[in-house]
T-cell receptor, first 109, second 113 residues
């Protein structure tokens, strides 16, 4: 099955800094999503982005499907951005969304 | 449009007991998937239901079973609970097996003692 790897595993920022999170996947994908898991455990859907570029406020994401990677950009980070960011992918013919191990982001005031 | 709702939010059970977790899918969604997330790990796929039929299963034993109802809500049942079943259980819904992406609920945190 598809493998999903995220980097870095941990990231510590000062408020106001920018960051880039990376997701590599081992096969072509029908679905790629970025999630933010809050301290209460809920997975908040940030982007559905099997290809191309999307932006939502301070967050943007790019997936280069031909090179099998996706990037999540966070600009002007805020303390509320802290949490774990997951990338998850679903490859053709599969019903299983496969998650990476996540990037734990800590934004300090 | 309502999102994905799960109940209960927290649950404590004794080893050997049985538990039922519930999920109401987002309005318009006909697919429900269940995931188990152990502490510090990413979610792991348990199984998926599409139009009331099981549509794929992860590497979980048969004591993990499920149902999907005509209104597309779903249940996850776990028999003979083990200590290692302690985890956050997440439900996700989508249209047609993932078209447009999955929306997750807030989860049920199960503790087995």
């Amino acid at each position: 099955g598809i493998q999903v790897e995220q980097s870095p595993p941990d990231l510590i920022l000062q408020e106001g800094a920018n960051s880039t999170l990376r997701c590599n996947f081992s096969d072509s994908v029908n679905n790629l999503q970025w999630f933010h898991q809050n301290p209460w455990g809920q997975l908040i859907n940030l982007f559905y982005i099997p290809s191309g570029t999307k932006q939502n406020g301070r967050l943007s994401a790019t997936t280069v499907a031909t090179e099998r990677y996706s990037l999540l950009y966070i600009s002007s980070s805020q303390t509320t951005d802290s949490g774990v960011y997951f990338c998850a992918a679903l490859s053709g013919g599969s019903e299983k969304l496969v998650f990476g191990k996540g990037t734990k982001l800590t934004v300090n005031p | 449009e309502t999102g994905v709702t799960q109940s209960p939010t927290h649950l404590i059970k004794t080893r050997g007991q049985q538990v039922t977790l519930r999920c109401s899918s987002q309005s318009g969604h006909n697919t429900v998937s269940w995931y188990q997330q152990a502490l510090g790990q990413g979610p792991q796929f348990i199984f998926q239901y599409y139009r009331e039929e099981e549509n794929g299963r992860g590497n979980f034993p048969p004591r993990f079973s499920g149902l999907q109802f005509p209104n597309y809500s779903s249940e996850l049942n776990v028999n003979a609970l083990e200590l290692d079943d302690s985890a956050l259980y997440l439900c996700a819904s989508s249209w047609d097996r993932g078209q447009g992406g999955y929306t997750f609920g807030s989860g049920t945190r199960l503790t087995v003692v």
